[in-house]
């Protein structure tokens, strides 16, 4: 690959990190430049501050056809944020993809799709804002749930958010319905009912549930504990498109979560800042019980 191109990767990745630690949309261009504000807003109403950010990547794939080199590159961005006497690391993986032409930079677009990488082996320390881990639940290992979504938070270990979450619950203690059920939450690691890997079934099956892993709804996040469970409906249309664990709360209890797709950790539990968020997005929030 041309060093040229590469000096321009590396460029990038350091226009992102000052963007995403500065709060300057300028550095940022389309749609990720129309998220920054939104960012911005966010960290104020919650009283938190970005004190320090550093990226790291690599490049996973180069095509190169006549003049034009298409480059696909993964960055792990990390902030660390300080919230009144609290502070913890967010992190969040970022897929991209570059075009060069004659080694002139033509775009790079954000793809929220998984990836394998050198990061995904990476085994993180949990966080915790403050101890949140109140209500001890015999059936329901919490910690457990919530150690495998530090864990894996980076790793390709599903090809969905649903898998992701289905993995920290089963992790958690949450049993597994018979394998015969083709609409059922079970896994073999070689095939898996739909409800397992499904974001939309997963949240009805949560909320439907009345014997084994079972969701109950609350009527705000505050009301959640880490190893419970948000869902998303970005579009307000009726299909629940995104899942998260909670894996902390911030000092005000206000949730922190894990998830893939888009994958990122301590994640304000919002999604404001994410490129798929529009005004109708709506949540429901489960705090899981294992009956």
């Known amino acids: 690959m041309e060093k040229q191109v590469v000096q321009q990767i590396h460029a990038r990745a350091q226009m992102f990190m000052k963007a995403w630690m ?4 300028r550095m940022l261009i389309g749609k990720e430049e129309r998220l920054i504000p939104t960012e911005k807003e966010v960290l104020s109403r919650r009283q938190a501050s970005v004190v320090h950010a550093k990226v790291s990547g690599e ?7 006549e003049a034009c080199v298409q480059v696909d590159y993964v960055l792990l961005l990390e902030r660390f944020i300080i919230q009144q006497k609290g502070n913890y690391i967010e992190e969040r993986l970022c897929q991209r993809r570059a075009l060069f032409v004659d080694g002139e930079w033509q775009s790079d677009d954000l793809m929220n799709v998984e990836r394998t990488s050198k990061y995904c082996q990476a085994e993180k320390t949990p966080q915790i ?3 949140a881990f109140k209500t001890v639940d015999k059936s329901y290992d919490r910690r457990e ?15 969905s958010c649903a898998h992701f979450v289905s993995q920290c619950l089963y992790a958690g203690g949450a049993p597994m319905t018979d394998t015969t059920e083709r609409h059922g939450w079970w896994s073999t690691g070689v095939s898996y009912g739909e409800t397992w890997s499904n974001p939309h079934l997963l949240r009805w099956y949560l909320s439907g ?10 009527t705000q996040a505050k009301d959640l504990l880490p190893g419970d469970v948000i869902c998303y409906d970005f579009n307000g249309d009726g299909v629940w498109d995104h899942v998260a664990l909670v894996v902390a709360k911030d000092v005000y209890g206000e949730p922190l979560v894990n998830a893939h797709h888009m994958n990122s950790r301590m994640r304000y539990w919002t999604y404001e800042d994410a490129a798929v968020y529009t005004n109708d997005t709506k ?9």
């Open 145 to 159: 749930a919530v150690r495998y979504a530090e864990r894996w938070w980076q790793g390709d270990t599903s090809s």
């Open 59 to 65: 490049i996973t794939s180069v095509c190169t056809y």
């Open 283 to 291: 949540y429901v929030f489960f705090h899981i019980v294992v009956n």
């Open 129 to 131: 804002v403050i101890d």
């Open 22 to 25: 500065y709060g300057d949309e």
């Open 209 to 218: 549930a009345t014997k084994g892993l079972c969701g109950e709804m609350r």
